[in-house]
C-alpha cells in the first residue's frame, strides 16, 4: 500500500501529554496565557516598527519580520495544543497534520537564516559605521529577506512529502503534541537510514552553515567593539549585539538538539518539552529582549504612547470656541 494512501485514510492522534492528564490542566493555563502575550509582544514591535520614522532602518526591518516569524510559527501549532489539552479529542486531520508539519519546517529554516542575516547586519554596523545605509539598502534587504523565505520554504517543499509519505503500517498515534519530523519519522515501519542522513545533510546547510556565519561574523564584532576608545560606544555596541546574540543562543541551542539527531536517537519526553520551549518561550521572550536592552525601542513606544494621549486629550478638550 502506498504510504500516502495509507495515511490519508484517516485522521493523526497527537498524543501529546495525554499520559499526564493532571499535567495537562496546568499545561493549557500556563501556554494559553504564554500565547497571548506572544501575540500582544510580537504584534507591538511590528506596529512600533512600522509607526515610528525612526525605526525605519535595515535592524528593524529585519526585526519586523522576526516578529512576523515568531507570530506565524506559534500560532501553526499552539491553537490545535490548547484544543487538544482542554478535552479528550487529541485528533488532527491528515491535511491539517501535512500543513503544521509545512510550516514548522518552513518557518524554522526562515529563521535560522534570517539570524545569520540579522547578525550580518550587526556586522555592517559595528564594523563599517560609515558605510553602514550605502550597504545595507533597501534593494539588498529586502533580497536578503526573500532569499530566506525562499530557502526556507525551499528545504520544508523538500522534506514534508518525504516524511509524509513514509510507510507506517496503520499506525496513526504521534507520540508528540504537533506533527513534528521526528515524531513522524518514529512512527515508520521501514528503514528510515536514509531519510534520516537526508534530514542530517540538510540541517547541516539550513541550521549549522548560519550559525557558522554568526559565530564567524560576532568574533569580527567583538573584536572591533574592543578596540572603540569610548566606554559608551562600547557598551552601546555590546546591547544592541548582545539582544540578538541571546535569541541565537535560544533559539539554535533548541533547534539543533533536537533536528541533528532525528528518529528513535532522542528522548521522546525531552523532545516534546523542549519543543514547547522552541514554540512558546522561545517567540514570547523575544520582543522582552529587544524592548529592555534597546532605549531606541523603549523611546519609540513612549512617544507612540505619548502621542496617542495629546490625540486624547485634544479630542476631550474640542476645539475653541469664541462667542
Same mark, same amino acid.
Given at each position: 500500500?502506498?504510504?500516502?494512501?495509507?495515511?490519508?485514510?484517516?485522521?493523526?492522534?497527537?498524543?501529546?501529554?495525554?499520559?499526564?492528564?493532571?499535567? =495537562?490542566?496546568?499545561l493549557f493555563v500556563v501556554i494559553l496565557i504564554a500565547?497571548?502575550?506572544?501575540?500582544?509582544?510580537?504584534?507591538?514591535?511590528?506596529?512600533?516598527?512600522?509607526?515610528?520614522?525612526?525605526?525605519?532602518?535595515?535592524?528593524?526591518?529585519?526585526?519586523?519580520?522576526?516578529?512576523?516569524?515568531?507570530?506565524?510559527?506559534?500560532?501553526?501549532?499552539?491553537?490545535?495544543?490548547?484544543?487538544?489539552?482542554?478535552?479528550?479529542?487529541?485528533?488532527?486531520?491528515?491535511?491539517?497534520?501535512?500543513?503544521?508539519?509545512?510550516?514548522?519546517?518552513?518557518?524554522?529554516?526562515? =529563521?535560522?537564516?534570517?539570524?545569520?542575516?540579522?547578525?550580518?547586519?550587526?556586522?555592517?554596523?559595528?564594523?563599517?559605521?560609515?558605510?553602514?545605509?550605502?550597504?545595507?539598502?533597501?534593494?539588498?534587504?529586502?533580497?536578503?529577506?526573500?532569499?530566506?523565505?525562499?530557502?526556507?520554504?525551499?528545504?520544508?517543499?523538500?522534506?514534508?512529502?518525504?516524511?509524509?509519505?513514509?510507510?507506517?503500517?496503520?499506525?496513526?498515534?504521534?507520540?508528540?503534541?504537533?506533527? =513534528?519530523?521526528?515524531?513522524?519519522?518514529?512512527?515508520?515501519?521501514?528503514?528510515?537510514?536514509?531519510?534520516?542522513?537526508?534530514?542530517?545533510?540538510?540541517?547541516?546547510?539550513?541550521?549549522?552553515?548560519?550559525?557558522?556565519?554568526?559565530?564567524?561574523?560576532?568574533?569580527?564584532?567583538?573584536?572591533?567593539?574592543?578596540?572603540?576608545?569610548?566606554?559608551?560606544?562600547?557598551?552601546?555596541?555590546?546591547?544592541?549585539?548582545?539582544?540578538?546574540?541571546?535569541?541565537?543562543?535560544?533559539?539554535?541551542?533548541?533547534?539543533?538538539?533536537?533536528?541533528?539527531?532525528?528518529?528513535?536517537?532522542?528522548?521522546?519526553?525531552?523532545?516534546?518539552?523542549?519543543?514547547?520551549?522552541?514554540?512558546?518561550?522561545?517567540?514570547?521572550?523575544?520582543?522582552?529582549?529587544?524592548?529592555?536592552?534597546?532605549?531606541?525601542?523603549?523611546?519609540?513606544?513612549?512617544?507612540?504612547?505619548?502621542?496617542?494621549? =495629546?490625540?486624547?486629550?485634544?479630542?476631550?478638550?474640542?476645539?475653541?470656541?469664541?462667542?
Open positions: 500500500m502506498d504510504g500516502t494512501n495509507e495515511s490519508s485514510q484517516g485522521n493523526f492522534i497527537l498524543l501529546g501529554f495525554s499520559d499526564r492528564p493532571h499535567l =495537562e490542566r496546568i500565547y497571548l502575550l506572544t501575540l500582544v509582544g510580537n504584534t507591538t514591535i511590528i506596529l512600533v516598527s512600522r509607526l515610528d520614522p525612526h525605526l525605519h532602518t535595515p535592524m528593524y526591518f529585519f526585526l519586523t519580520h522576526l516578529s512576523f516569524l515568531d507570530l506565524s510559527f506559534t500560532t501553526s501549532s499552539i491553537p490545535q495544543l490548547l484544543y487538544n489539552l482542554s478535552g479528550s479529542d487529541k485528533t488532527i486531520s491528515y491535511t491539517g497534520c501535512a500543513i503544521q508539519l509545512f510550516l514548522f519546517l518552513g518557518l524554522g529554516g526562515v =529563521e535560522c537564516l534570517l539570524l545569520a542575516v540579522m547578525a550580518y547586519d550587526r556586522f555592517v554596523a559595528v564594523c563599517k559605521p560609515l558605510h553602514y545605509m550605502a550597504i545595507m539598502n533597501p534593494r539588498l534587504c529586502l533580497g536578503l529577506v526573500l532569499i530566506a523565505w525562499g530557502c526556507g520554504v525551499a528545504n520544508s517543499l523538500a522534506m514534508s512529502p518525504v516524511t509524509l509519505r513514509l510507510h507506517r503500517c496503520g499506525r496513526h498515534s504521534v507520540d508528540h503534541f504537533l506533527c =513534528e519530523m521526528p515524531a513522524l519519522i518514529r512512527m515508520a515501519c521501514v528503514n528510515t537510514a536514509a531519510i534520516e542522513g537526508t534530514v542530517f545533510v540538510l540541517a547541516v546547510g539550513i541550521v549549522l552553515s548560519p550559525l557558522v556565519f554568526i559565530l564567524v561574523t560576532y568574533g569580527y564584532i567583538v573584536r572591533a567593539v574592543l578596540q572603540i576608545q569610548s566606554a559608551s560606544g562600547r557598551q552601546k555596541a555590546f546591547n544592541t549585539c548582545g539582544s540578538h546574540l541571546t535569541v541565537v543562543s535560544l533559539f539554535y541551542g533548541n533547534i539543533i538538539y533536537m533536528y541533528m539527531q532525528p528518529g528513535n536517537r532522542s528522548s521522546q519526553d525531552q523532545g516534546k518539552f523542549l519543543t514547547l520551549f522552541y514554540n512558546i518561550v522561545t517567540p514570547l521572550l523575544n520582543p522582552l529582549i529587544y524592548t529592555l536592552r534597546n532605549k531606541e525601542v523603549k523611546g519609540a513606544l513612549r512617544r507612540l504612547l505619548l502621542h496617542d494621549r =495629546e490625540k486624547k486629550g485634544v479630542r476631550v478638550k474640542g476645539p475653541d470656541r469664541h462667542l
